[in-house]
């Protein structure tokens, strides 16, 4: 199963035009057994393999310009990464007291493009979209 899961990730890699290096592959891997968005000293911790920030954030910048892992910014403790292969569009909603991040499925985003665009004076089309949610989770309130 091991060596299925780091084929897969080395198939992700190729198949966007990444060199599927030993330490990418330990990043997606990472990125992949967790639920929720990660920062960089939280990959860097979870890591199996001995590594710096630089090169992290470097390989992360990376794989985000072909977006096989989505950069996320809640407005803390800086960037959070999560990998954005193989998953549904998807939105957060983050506790602000204790940061537990819940992830919120089935995106309605047409409807929400299309309210966008009929307001807008000046676009004619959306690429992407990325929204969050912020509130207090039933442990915390």
Known sequence: MKNTVRQNLSDTLKNAKHKATP???????VLKKN???????????????TSNQ???????????????????????TGARY???????????????????IEDI?????????????KKSKSFTSIQNHALEFFGVCTKCS
Not at 54 to 76: N, P
Not at 105 to 117: A, F, G, R, W
Request: with cysteine.
């Open 82 to 100: 999560e990998l954005n292969v193989g998953t549904n569009h998807h939105h957060h909603i983050v506790c602000k007291q204790c940061g537990k």
């Open 105 to 117: 499925e089935n995106c309605s985003s047409d409807e929400l493009e299309k309210l966008v665009l």
């Open 54 to 76: 630089t090169t992290i954030y470097r390989a992360l910048e990376a794989l985000t310009s072909t977006e096989v892992v989505k950069k996320i910014d809640f407005g803390d």
């Open 23 to 29: 330490r990418r592959i330990a990043i997606l891997n």
């Open 35 to 49: 639920p929720s968005p990660l920062t960089v000293s939280q990959i860097l911790e979870k890591l199996p393999i």
